[in-house]
């Protein structure tokens, strides 16, 4: 199996990703400059429904308007199951154009949901002749949907991310929690561990990245680092911010620091260099160093020219592919 570069969505760094109410323009004016990696303006869940569809139009002035430097446009739309998603998706690429780089499509409970925006995108970009290609991610929040997350993770060649979301999942699974999704009494272990790790398998067996879950208590700083570190940890690219003061957490958290990068070089070029003498393994500060690190160091060097964005990364070692 050859891994295939996807030119027409290239890779993006997604350590912090912001929602931002669409209906309310002064907060989308000051989205571009909270250092996110990605911005969603928020047509769904932050929207009431008076508001929608008005929403549609001050998020195309502020993705067009705006001057977004390397942050990611992006918007979540409707729910395919609603009046709003099939006008959502219209206005927006009709509007926006190639200022729009992301859709992301809430509640997806099967591959299909995700099929259908696909079709209508790619009718929409043959009509008006667009030159670049919006990209998708979508959430897995409905027990439905987490059951069906690794055939959702490989439904689209636009999809970018799968994203866990613990609000509506905790609803749809009749989960008894709090306002910030944790659980209201002693539970043994991490709550979510295993949905997380199905969402993130999902991801990583398609080749695309994985987001965790928003945090609520937005000034529980140190609960939202905790939350970000443990993400970090199972392998997640990047955590939801529902506040700006979120977004340098998630951005620390989910780069890796100048000593990891050059311990990960270090380790490459030792083993390399065994190689060359005809060594399958090296013995390297009293542990031994084998292939299996190498694709650990090489994730690492990924993850870190994504952040910095210094050129098109090689890629991680699991990536889409087809033979």
Request: aromatic content about 6%; proline content about 5%.
């Amino acid at each position: 199996m050859t891994a295939v570069p996807d030119l027409l969505h290239p890779p993006r760094s997604r350590r912090s990703e912001l929602a931002t109410p669409a209906s309310n323009a002064e907060m989308c004016a000051k989205a571009p400059s909270s250092g996110a990696d990605l911005v969603f303006l928020d047509l769904e869940d932050a929207c009431a429904p008076l508001a929608k569809e008005g929403a549609r139009q001050i998020a195309v002035q502020a993705l067009t308007e705006l001057d977004w430097g390397r942050t990611v446009r992006a918007v979540r739309i409707n729910g395919i199951d609603t009046p709003w998603c099939h006008g959502d998706i219209i206005e927006l690429v009709t509007g926006a154009r190639e200022a729009l780089d992301v859709i992301i499509v809430p509640k997806a409970r099967t591959a299909r949901d995700v099929w259908w925006v696909d079709v209508l995108l790619t009718q929409l970009e043959d009509a008006l002749g667009l030159s670049k290609h919006v990209s998708l991610e979508v959430l897995i929040e409905e027990a439905e949907g987490l059951s069906n997350a690794a055939s959702i993770a490989r439904s689209s060649e636009r999809l970018q991310a799968v994203i866990f979301g613990a609000g509506d999942l905790s609803a749809s699974l009749q989960a008894r929690v709090d306002g910030n999704f944790d659980p209201l009494g002693d539970y043994p272990g991490d709550f979510w561990h295993f949905a997380r790790v199905q969402v993130l398998t999902a991801a990583r067996a398609a080749g695309i990245d994985a987001i965790d879950a928003p945090y609520p208590a937005y000034q529980d700083i140190e609960g939202y680092r905790r939350a970000a570190v443990h993400a970090s940890l199972l392998g997640f690219d990047g955590k939801w911010a529902i506040h700006p003061g979120q977004v340098p957490i998630a951005n620390e958290i989910f780069a890796p620091t100048e000593q990891q990068v050059a311990e990960a070089e270090e380790a490459i070029k030792a083993y390399r260099t065994a190689q060359a003498d005809g060594v399958g393994a090296i013995g390297r500060h009293g542990k031994l160093v084998d292939a299996a690190h190498m694709r650990l160091a090489a994730n690492v060097l990924y993850k870190a020219s994504l952040a910095t964005g210094a050129g098109t990364p090689s890629g991680p070692t699991s990536t889409r592919s087809e033979a």
